[in-house]
């Protein structure tokens, strides 16, 4: 019983590290002047959330999976994320915009904001919670069920991929995800 005392007191400093990681590298997509008040959750084997931090400001950030090859930390506020959610339970899209119409799921028609830093796990330097250029971040307006003329922005089929860093557009036009995008390029 004292081993397994002395074990946990000796686990318990790397494990506490090893979160203060995880919940620096889900914020990293955010502004600086938001990241100290948003809430972090890491989704368990069955996609649910579990809070890593509790946080004040109405965002909320979705912790990277250290299991997997991917770097992949996203932000939505607090009236959005439960569709994200839910998109990662039932493998999202078609389905997720079929509960929204049938009223089982919830979908603030507000506009929010996005935040997401993609690539692959190797772009990102925990030590120094930085990414490097395979690391491409961005952020998204969300409009739900507006179109890009709508909002005043071109499609992303009318955009070029070679323009897409430099000219924002909308990405899923007319539907339940509809949004902006703001791309820039990896390691900014």
């Known amino acids: 019983m004292g081993k397994i005392i002395v074990l946990v007191a000796l686990l318990s400093p790397a494990l506490a590290f090893a979160q203060?990681?995880?919940?620096?590298?889900a914020v990293l997509?955010?502004?600086?002047?938001?990241?100290?008040?948003?809430?972090?959750?890491?989704?368990n084997d069955t996609k649910q959330p579990e809070v890593l931090r509790a946080g004040t400001n109405g965002m909320v950030c979705i912790a990277d999976n250290p299991n997997d090859d991917e770097f992949d930390v996203r932000c939505?506020?607090?009236?959005?994320?439960?569709?994200?959610?839910r998109g990662f339970q039932?493998?999202?899209?078609?389905?997720?915009?079929?509960?929204?119409?049938?009223?089982?799921?919830?979908?603030?028609?507000?506009?929010?904001?996005?935040?997401?830093?993609?690539?692959?796990?190797?772009?990102?330097?925990a030590a120094r919670n930085?990414?490097?250029?395979?690391?491409?971040c961005w952020q998204s307006?969300?409009?739900?069920?507006?179109?890009?003329?709508?909002v005043g922005f071109p499609d992303e089929a009318d955009v070029p991929e070679s323009e897409q860093q430099s000219t924002p557009y909308v990405m899923a036009s007319g539907t339940y995800w509809s949004h902006v995008m703001i791309r820039h390029p990896g390691g900014h």
């Open 141 to 150: 307006l969300h409009f739900p069920y507006r179109t890009a003329a709508e």
């Open 20 to 25: 203060d990681a995880q919940v620096a590298g």
């Open 76 to 85: 939505y506020r607090d009236t959005f994320i439960p569709v994200v959610y």
């Open 130 to 136: 930085t990414t490097d250029a395979r690391i491409e």
């Open 29 to 43: 997509p955010l502004p600086v002047q938001l990241r100290a008040g948003a809430t972090v959750v890491r989704l």
């Open 90 to 125: 039932i493998g999202g899209g078609e389905k997720v915009g079929a509960e929204i119409q049938a009223g089982k799921l919830r979908l603030s028609k507000e506009p929010t904001a996005g935040y997401r830093c993609l690539g692959p796990a190797a772009g990102y330097d």
